[in-house]
């Protein structure tokens, strides 16, 4: 089997865009900086002309003390503010709209999971059985909804390249939904500080073919790990994936961490247990006392999450 | 026993203990940087001694006026940016060579970038400006002195405390690694249990209250204290934007202090306002610190357009153009300041109706923003344009603050902000707007009312030297992080791994190191005009042909300001005094003068906050009730003691004020011609008299 994520092209950022939404955001970007320059050229380009018609030392134009109002000037002064802000706004409300997050961007999108640790990601696809760590892999021209929470601090997952970004907060969702348009490889982040890993809290991003994506998830279903309350116990000490790999008795092996999922509830275990007990500094993931055997999982709630729909 | 009285400090609590154990450029750094304090408070206790200086120095601390309180707090803001700076650089270096790790750890990274963050704002931006606005507006309204002196002092004290407990955290114990917003629950008592957070909350919060008390001072001066004749409409702009910043801090800091204090609750006393579990929300610390902290920027750059609006009429020698408009427009902003916050958390998840109205409310304060923008130009067109120092960096703001507030526009589009949050961008983009926003027109301002409170000019060369410095260093330093922002490079980060990165890493390296050269540069003018004032004396007190009141009492100005209360007539009322030949005439009748005397109150109330601050980091209980106790003990004596005043005769204030006045109309005043040189002994002779 080849592995499907080699040979892609490789995106940076949002400049490269592989996503409809990044390329939505690059446009938007141009003519909003566009619009916008029209309120700052008079500013650069009359400045220096002002500046050497009335220099002192050898004034070209006349000295008028006490001129100190204009009603054409006024209303100009305002009106092109007014104006160029209505422009942008209306652009914007559109905008917000059609890029909004929660939106999803075709029909029955491709559900993942993700949970924020320090520091590291787990994403977890559901449907497929399958968690990977550090690694989203997406199938070109599906919808994706990512539903976000973190077991530590608050989080915010951005892949430049394809989406932008959004918070993960424990005990809370987050929904990122987006459609990357091209295959192509780039790399995700968390852009929350966090503390001192939160440098090197990174993650690939693939967007491959259908059958590339159905190898991905085969390869990864083969795994003789699971996730489990106990192993996710281990993934929410401090440190990055690479550094999980010791506790987790997998030294040696390369690539990213690929789980079967063995408990197909863990997120919402996760969510429920900030509605249950009261954390301590030995269960508290992110703490300097953290120990991952006197962390228990609550089992999930049969409540509905609280999710951040208003 | 030892816990009771020392709570949680330890030997390994002092920074210089932890360098002897564990050596390395880390704590190498952080000793030094700790020793400074030990040796320069040795060094100058020594020069107190020996220049048997003690006595003058207490007079100052005890002193009430408002010239002389609010030079103290200009000189606390100039040390604090010494530090603000050499960490703002450590940090730049540090990124240059940031490809997969620098040579600072992550650890003392974090503290850099939060003590920075938290300095800049809180002790130098902040105190900056409450010194100038302390200076200039009693002199702006023609009072002489603020509302309430003694409540003046205390704030001065509050200030004074914040600040010693954020430079205390680098000698003993640490300082918090949340950043200058300080989100929990990476500070909440589980992931951060170190004392790093608790400097963070009682260092702000204890100079917030005085800061609240500042904003209460300085409305009721503006209000009450204005003289016979001043108006609203007459008030001179500088005066305008102190009395917007003064209500906007009345409003905005409250909710910082409720937030640090519901966060110390959590800590403290094992509170769930922000925590993870048991139905606490960190989103609602959020919204808490941002409904202080959009008003925030605004309180630090209207004082700063203020300046720029000074700038531009008395250097083109003209009036204001667009008084009316401007005003107006200050005033927009200040409401509207209050109804924008959501920008700084547009990717918290909520829908996008809500991001959409605070995406449009930002936009709106563009519009009053852009208006003041035309207008300042509007003021040079038609005037008689001299490139002094303020003038340079009048300009720098026009072309700096003008692509800031570009980038601004482009943030507050909350599509933008999910690529461009918490990016380089956003560093870029607030430094963009502060450095040649506010730091430009604080230095403006020093540049131009220096000479009104020490009787001398600064050399003009070496300040316009300085406003070059500033600039380039700014461009070089922030222009480079839009790029790095867009190529998707994170704030806050320790070390990177996009080697595409590391050409722009330089550049600002570079950058940031003229910004030293900048801050330097500030100290030399200071240093040499000091060393040529008699070179540089102003005592007629108009140096740049003024227009307004401040520059109608002669340089260094008396203790009480004016001789008798100036009446106004119109706005630019000295300009026009001035034209009409009548600036200078006798005046007949003058009476006794009463200021309130020196008191220890604000001083005593410094130490106890300080002991308050520091007792409840270090778990020290009785050093907190005590001076808890201490502090309201000494509020409710002073407030039983009888206030009490110095009178100054009216025979020794006649005989002062007489000889200026004699003197002005005798003395032929210097055309602007001669404004950088010797001839300027600070009386004008208008260009439009000639
Ligand atoms: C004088 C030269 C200055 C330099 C070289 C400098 C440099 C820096 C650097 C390197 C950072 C960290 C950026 C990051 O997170 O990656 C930073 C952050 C910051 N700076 Fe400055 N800066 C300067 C001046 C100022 C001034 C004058 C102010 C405000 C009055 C200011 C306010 C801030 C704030 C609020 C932060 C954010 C701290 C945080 O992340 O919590 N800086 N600066
Ligand atoms: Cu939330
Ligand atoms: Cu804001």
Redesign the pocket.
């Known amino acids: 089997m080849i592995d499907p994520t080699t040979n892609l092209a490789i995106a940076e950022s949002f400049l490269q865009p592989m996503g409809s939404v990044a390329a939505d955001q690059l446009r938007h970007l141009k003519i909003v900086t566009l619009l916008t320059l029209i309120a700052v050229v008079p500013v650069m380009v009359s400045m220096p002309w002002i500046l050497w018609r009335y220099r002192r030392s050898k004034p070209s134009g006349e000295y008028r003390p006490k001129w100190e109002s204009n009603w054409t000037l006024e209303c100009l002064m305002w009106g092109v503010p007014i104006v160029v802000v209505a422009l942008i706004g209306v652009n914007l409300t559109i905008m917000t709209f059609r890029l909004d997050p929660y939106k999803e961007l075709g029909k029955d999108p491709l559900q993942v999971q993700v949970i924020g640790l320090d520091w590291k990601w787990i994403f977890i696809y559901p449907d497929e059985g399958v968690a990977l760590v550090d690694e989203l892999v997406v199938p070109e021209g599906r919808a994706v909804e990512l539903t976000l929470t973190t077991d530590t601090v608050m989080q915010s997952l951005q892949i430049s390249a394809i989406v932008g970004q959004i918070y993960a907060m424990p005990a809370m969702t987050t929904k990122l939904n987006f459609l990357a348009v091209k295959q192509g490889e780039s790399e995700g982040m968390n852009s929350q500080f966090t503390g001192n890993g939160f440098w090197k809290q990174k993650f690939q991003v693939y967007s491959v073919s259908k059958e590339g994506y159905a190898a991905r998830m085969n390869k990864a279903k083969s795994s003789d790990l699971a996730l489990t309350a106990d192993t996710y116990a281990i993934l929410a000490m401090q440190g990055t994936s690479e550094e999980a790999k010791k506790p987790l008795a997998i030294e040696n092996r390369q690539g990213p961490i690929e789980m079967v999922l063995g408990d197909p509830k863990i997120f919402q275990r996760v969510l429920a247990r900030y509605m249950v007990d009261e954390m301590t500094p030995e269960s508290q993931p992110g703490s300097p006392f953290y120990d991952p055997k006197k962390s228990p999982l609550p089992p999930a709630s049969d409540k509905p999450m609280m999710g951040m729909e208003m | 026993m030892l816990d009771a009285i020392f709570g949680r400090l330890t030997w390994d609590s002092i920074i210089l203990v932890q360098a002897v154990e564990e050596p390395n450029i880390n704590t190498l750094i952080t000793a030094s940087a700790a020793a400074m304090m030990p040796v320069g408070g040795v060094m100058i206790v020594a020069l107190l001694t020996w220049m048997k200086w003690w006595k003058p120095l207490f007079e100052w601390l005890t002193s009430v006026d408002h010239k002389k309180i609010g030079t103290m707090y200009i000189i606390f803001a100039v040390i604090m940016l010494f530090r ?2 050499v960490e ?2 450590l ?2 270096a540090n ?1 240059a060579v940031g490809l997969n790790g620098g040579f600072l750890s992550s650890d003392h990274f974090n503290q850099l ?2 003590t ?2 938290t300095n ?2 809180f002790f ?2 902040m105190p900056f400006l409450f010194g100038l606005i302390n200076i200039v507006v009693p002199l702006q309204i023609g009072a002489r002195d603020v509302a309430f002196p003694r409540l003046n002092q205390i704030s001065l004290g509050l200030t004074a405390a914040g600040g010693f407990l954020f430079m205390i955290s680098l000698m003993v114990g640490e300082f918090s690694t949340g ?3 300080g989100y929990p629950s990476f500070t909440g008592r589980l992931v951060n249990p170190g004392v790093g957070p608790d400097y963070y909350i009682l260092a702000i919060a204890i100079s917030g209250i005085g800061s609240t008390l500042t904003g209460v001072n300085f409305s009721v001066t503006i209000y009450k204290l204005r003289t016979a004749g001043m108006s609203f409409m007459r008030m001179p702009l500088f005066t305008w934007t102190a009395l917007c910043t003064s209500i906007l801090l009345i409003f905005a800091m409250p909710p910082l202090t409720a937030c640090c204090a519901m966060l110390g609750l959590d800590r403290f006393l094992g509170f769930h306002f922000f925590t993870n579990d048991m139905g606490g929300n960190l989103m609602n610390f959020i919204n808490l610190f941002w409904m202080f902290g959009h008003p925030e920027v605004y309180i ?1 750059v209207l004082p700063a357009f203020g300046v720029m609006s000074e700038i531009a009429s008395t250097y083109s020698g003209k009036r204001l153009y667009g008084y009316t408009s401007i005003v107006a427009a200050t005033m927009c902003i200040a409401v509207l300041s209050f109804t924008v916050w959501l920008h700084h958390f547009f990717t918290m998840g909520q829908s996008a109706t809500v991001n959409a109205a605070f995406g449009v409310a930002t936009m709106l304060i563009a519009i009053p923003t852009g208006v003041k923008i035309y207008d300042w130009l509007a003021t040079l067109w038609g005037g008689r344009i001299r490139f002094t120092a303020p003038m340079i960096y009048l300009c720098g703001f026009f072309v700096l603050f003008t692509i800031g507030g570009l980038s601004g526009v482009i943030l507050a589009s909350p599509t933008l902000d999910y690529q461009l949050h918490n990016s ?1 961008f956003l ?1 870029a983009h ?2 963009n707007v ?2 040649p926003g ?2 430009f027109g604080i230095l403006a301002g020093i540049h131009i009312w220096f000479p009104k409170i020490y009787g001398f000019r600064l050399m003009e060369g070496l300040s316009r030297i300085t406003a070059f410095l500033w600039a380039i ?1 700014f461009i070089l ?1 922030f222009m480079p992080l839009y790029q790095t922002g867009l190529m998707g490079m994170t ?3 320790v070390a990177y791994e996009d080697p595409a990165l590391v050409p722009w890493m330089i550049v600002s390296g570079v950058g ?1 190191l003229i ?1 030293g050269l900048a ?1 330097l540069s500030i100290l030399v003018t200071i240093l040499v005009s000091v060393l040529n004032r008699k070179k540089l004396m102003v005592p007629f007190g108009d140096p740049w042909d003024g227009r307004t009141l401040e520059w109608w009492t002669p340089a260094p100005t008396p203790e009480w300001n004016f001789a008798v209360l100036p009446k106004v007539e119109c706005r630019d009322a000295f300009a026009d005094a001035k034209e009409k030949g009548t600036a200078y005439q006798p005046i007949e009748k003058y009476d006794d003068i009463e200021m309130p005397s020196n008191t220890y109150y604000g001083f005593i109330i410094m130490i106890m906050a300080s002991g308050l601050g520091f007792g409840l980091v270090w778990h020290m209980w009785w050093l907190a009730i005590l001076s808890l106790l201490g502090a309201i003990t000494t509020a409710i004596t002073y407030a039983f003691l009888p206030q009490k005043h110095n009178v100054i005769p009216a025979a020794e204030v006649r005989e002062i004020d007489e000889a200026w006045r004699r003197a002005a109309r005798e003395g032929r005043g210097i055309t602007r011609d001669d404004e950088g040189n010797q001839a300027n002994q600070g009386l004008a002779c208008p260009d439009n008299i000639k």
């Open positions: 603000g700076v703002g650089m940090m730049r990124q970038f939060t920075h963050g800049m704002i130098v931006a950043g200058w917003t630090l380089q560093v607030f430094h502060i450095i506010v730091l260093g330093a704030r806050r980060t940031s910004l801050f």
